[in-house]
């Protein structure tokens, strides 16, 4: 039987290497500049390099916008994929923090009646950035195991929730401005060495779950979140995210490397589709670990009980 | 003769004479602060304290009424860390005579012992050379010879003889006086206190040179929004009454006016009652839905030399519309500031109630039970950002009973800035939420920098007036000509300082862009690992605060 294709929107942050390996292919979104140039989400530093866009970020973040693929770039999409009959599985970024899932079930369902043969799933990965290409990468493996389109779409519903986010967002000035942080008013822009600790919650936003005062002590309280979260890490491909915080995602890989052997770890860019919303200040790794809570309140207890062992 | 026993009134003479004689020494006592910034203003709390005290005293020959009126009046009118001890020294004297009539000369003695044993408990780590020393000695030295047939003026004469023995001997006590060339300031306003009370008793009574009562920072009411009340409106809270009632003479008016009776007869009207005579006058506080009532059963008695009347469902519903952000909120953040910008700045990070301490005014312990009471949490967190407010912030705490309130001893800006960048607004744990505040406050280095108002001498240190001075944790510790090289050299006193990551920077008034620019250059060149985060904060005084972490 002829395996199921894999279709993501270009938040999934996967680089070219990646897609090619685990042959998923990107519908991409929009990005505007500040001069007002509309263009695909770039998945590639060309036109900028990482260090220029992240401060030319800074400088205007109300000048760059993103907007994710509308219904009809995922039905052209999906209608090329299915064209000969192949399977597909459709994944979008949280529809807690964009319309892509709602344009992309309708995509599906407009492709699916005017082809009436056509076989789509989509999946609310209520995640964003390298933790969607985390799952995009999970879901591309099971498929490479001979798990069908069903089959694969019921797992990743089962167990997105065990997607974690360890690590830190220091300039929330972006997040809280674009609405993409529960509570986002209740926090103020950059915090002067201040780490907010943010992990995804049941919908798909990311929560801040814990504050803590400089680098140091972040790195000490993530490394024993991970060691409490994450299941069979020597099992595990780890992606850390870093959008400007390059320097710092090193040192952390290095952490992580040391204390938890994991199968594979990678340093992933955030592109533009979702660097634009989060800034420069993220630097977290992806896993796959235990449930999180619905109210987030056992993974808050877990930073909570590491910040009074330190006093 | 001696003066054997002393009533109520008496006593309120005394002590206005005492607030005359420190009024007119209270710049010379500012200046003996030891400081070398303006903000040694330990004459100008004390005067406060003193004066809101005697303001809020009921006029009355019992000694015990009298006191405590006048110590709960200090309590709260309490400036700076003098206010708090002079304030607390006249609640331990109250306490002692609270079931006495008159003083005499056991009542004085136990009521001075009384009073500087509170004042020592209401200081967390007492330090000698100060007011607490020129009291405790003051009457520790002359216990023994206080008898029965003592004489009050005498007493005093040797209780201040002792006092100023005392405070002569501070500067041995306490380095940082001898190094400035001062006694303590707070002893010194102290004495004149008494000395004051003396003078009265000698019939040479100081006569105070201004109103009793200043005009504090704190805003004044404004006119009421009245458009807050309409034809629609509910009108359920009624009106705040205040008038002061002339009892007059003469066969129209009942000559029989009994206080007492007055007060039954205005509880059927009304509520919230207070109402104090003074001879033949009145002054009545009431709140009512039917002043008409109160009027008529008044001029029974005499005539109103003032009245005023306010709708107070107008200052309900204003009190709503400023509360409305803060409802329902589990816990509210008071944070004391200086200058616009700072204001403006705590409130943007979080703060609920902004209070401007001003420049050279300390927030008083009643000020900030004012703001206690506005704010509707259940909780309350209050970040002083100087450590001549954490005092007046705990007597408030501690006066306060409606509320939770949690003072987070912040010595300074950065301090504050961190304790709120820790805060979690969102989480509904109202414990996890202080503990995040007080971390935030905890291990962060201040550094400030200004421009030397006077002549100074700390240890080692000297500087003249007009040079650079840095501070490290609020003590002298870099005099230079040039600013930056005063600044970079405090910062490079911090234990560790080359392993120092982040740090915030509070930008004053008058400092320019130009210079904040010069100062990140130098910082990047000695400490390369420091990220700083600046903030245009307007502060005035210091042109700089840093707080790094």
């Known amino acids: ?311 | 003769m001696a003066i054997r026993r002393i009533n109520g009134i008496e006593l309120e003479r005394m002590l206005r004479s005492g607030l005359a004689n420190l009024q007119q020494h209270e710049e010379e006592i500012n200046r003996l602060n030891v400081f070398p910034v303006p903000d040694g203003d330990t004459g100008t709390n004390m005067c406060m304290t003193l004066a809101h005290g005697l303001q809020n005293a009921v006029s009355t020959t019992q000694i015990n009424d009298f006191l405590k009126t006048l110590s709960a009046g200090m309590l709260l009118g309490a400036r700076g860390n003098s206010g708090v001890i002079l304030s607390q020294f006249f609640y331990g004297f109250s306490q002692e005579l609270s079931r006495s009539v008159l003083i005499g000369p056991g009542e004085l003695r136990s009521g001075l012992i009384r009073g500087y044993r509170m004042a020592y408990d209401a200081v967390l780590q007492p330090v000698e050379g100060t007011m607490l020393s020129v009291a405790r000695e003051g009457i520790e030295h002359i216990r023994a010879q206080i008898t029965r047939s003592s004489g009050i003026d005498v007493i005093l004469s040797m209780y201040i003889a002792e006092m100023r023995r005392t405070l002569a001997q501070t500067p041995e006590m306490l380095p940082v006086l001898k190094d400035a060339g001062v006694v303590d300031s707070g002893g010194a306003g102290f004495i004149l206190i008494f000395e004051g009370m003396l003078k009265y008793l000698h019939g040479e009574p100081v006569e105070s040179a201004e109103p009793a009562v200043r005009e504090t920072a704190a805003p004044s009411p404004s006119e009421p929004d009245l458009s807050l009340f309409d034809e629609n409106s509910t009108f359920a809270d009624g009106y705040c009454v205040d008038y002061l009632l002339q009892l007059m003479n003469g066969g129209s008016y009942d000559q029989h006016f009994r206080l007492q009776n007055y007060i039954d007869r205005l509880q059927k009207y009304g509520n919230s009652i207070v109402c104090v005579q003074n001879d033949k006058r009145v002054k009545v506080h009431v709140h009512t839905k039917t002043p008409a009532y109160i009027i008529q059963l008044s001029q029974k008695y005499g005539e109103f030399l003032t009245f005023k009347l306010e709708n107070m469902q107008i200052q309900h519903n204003e009190h709503d519309r400023e509360t409305q952000q803060v409802k329902n909120k589990p816990l509210s953040v008071v944070a004391v500031v200086n200058g616009n910008g700072m204001a403006s700045l705590f409130a943007s990070l979080g703060a609920d109630k902004v209070i401007d301490g001003g420049a050279t005014m300390n927030t008083s312990a009643q000020e900030f039970v004012a703001a206690f009471e506005q704010l509707p949490a259940d909780e309350i967190v209050v970040l002083p950002n100087s450590k001549n407010i954490i005092l007046a912030a705990e007597q408030a705490a501690g006066l306060f009973k409606a509320k939770h309130v949690t003072v987070i001893p912040t010595a300074s800006y950065a301090e504050g800035y961190f304790a709120l960048a820790m805060d979690m607004p969102d989480s509904s744990d109202v414990s996890r939420r202080i503990q995040q505040m007080l971390r935030g406050a905890k291990d962060v280095v201040t550094v400030s920098e200004t421009t030397a108002s006077r002549d100074w001498s700390y240890h080692e240190i000297r500087c003249r007036k007009g040079e650079e001075i840095a501070f490290l944790g609020g003590e002298l510790v870099c005099v230079n000509s040039d600013w930056k090289a005063a600044l970079i050299d405090a910062l490079l006193m911090i234990d560790g300082a080359e392993d120092k990551e982040t740090g915030v920077v509070f930008r004053g008034s008058g400092v320019s862009e130009e210079q904040e620019a010069a100062l990140a250059e130098a910082v990047a060149e000695k400490l390369p690992l420091l990220e700083l985060e600046f903030i245009d904060a307007g502060q005035e005084i210091y042109h700089w605060v840093l707080g790094v972490m």
């Not at chain 1, 294709?5 to 505007?32: K, S, W």
């Not at chain 1, 900028?48 to 509308?70: H, I, M, V």
């Not at chain 1, 997607?163 to 915090?191: I, P």
């Open chain 1, 1 to 311: 039987m002829k395996k199921f294709a894999i279709l993501c929107d270009a938040t999934c942050d996967l680089n070219e290497q990646f897609r090619t390996q685990y042959d998923i292919h990107v519908v991409p979104g929009h990005i505007t500049l500040p001069d007002k140039t509309d263009l695909p989400s770039p998945m590639k530093w060309d036109r900028y390099s990482r260090e220029e866009f992240y401060a030319n970020l800074k400088k205007d973040p109300n000048g760059f916008k993103t907007a994710p693929p509308n219904t009809q770039e995922f039905a052209n999409a999906m209608e090329t994929l299915t064209a000969d009959g192949t399977e597909l599985l459709a994944m979008t970024i949280s529809s807690g923090i964009s319309g892509a899932f709602q344009f992309a079930s309708t995509a599906a369902k407009q492709v699916m009646q005017a082809h009436p043969e056509a076989r789509i799933r989509v999946v609310d990965s209520l995640r964003f950035g390298p933790g969607f290409g985390l799952m995009a990468v999970h879901a591309a493996r099971l498929r490479d195991q001979g798990l069908s389109l069903d089959e694969v779409t019921e797992y990743l519903e089962a167990n997105k929730n065990r997607f974690h986010q360890a690590g830190w967002l220091d300039d929330l000035s972006f997040v809280a401005k674009k609405g993409r942080l529960t509570n986002a008013k209740a926090f103020f822009g950059t915090l002067a060495g201040i780490k907010p600790i943010g992990e995804f919650d049941y919908n798909g936003l990311t929560t801040v779950i814990g504050k803590v005062k400089g680098a140091k002590a972040a790195y000490a309280v993530l490394m024993e979140y991970i060691a409490q979260t994450i299941e069979d890490p020597e099992d595990q491909t780890i992606f850390i995210a870093q959008t400007s915080r390059l320097a710092q995602a090193e040192v952390y890989k290095q952490m992580i490397e040391e204390r938890f052997h994991p199968k594979e770890i990678f340093i992933n860019d955030v592109f533009p589709a979702c660097g634009i919303n989060i800034g420069p200040g993220l630097m977290a790794a992806y896993y796959l670990g235990k449930p999180i809570s619905e109210d987030l309140s056992q993974e808050r207890a877990i930073i909570e009980k590491q910040l009074s062992k330190e006093e």
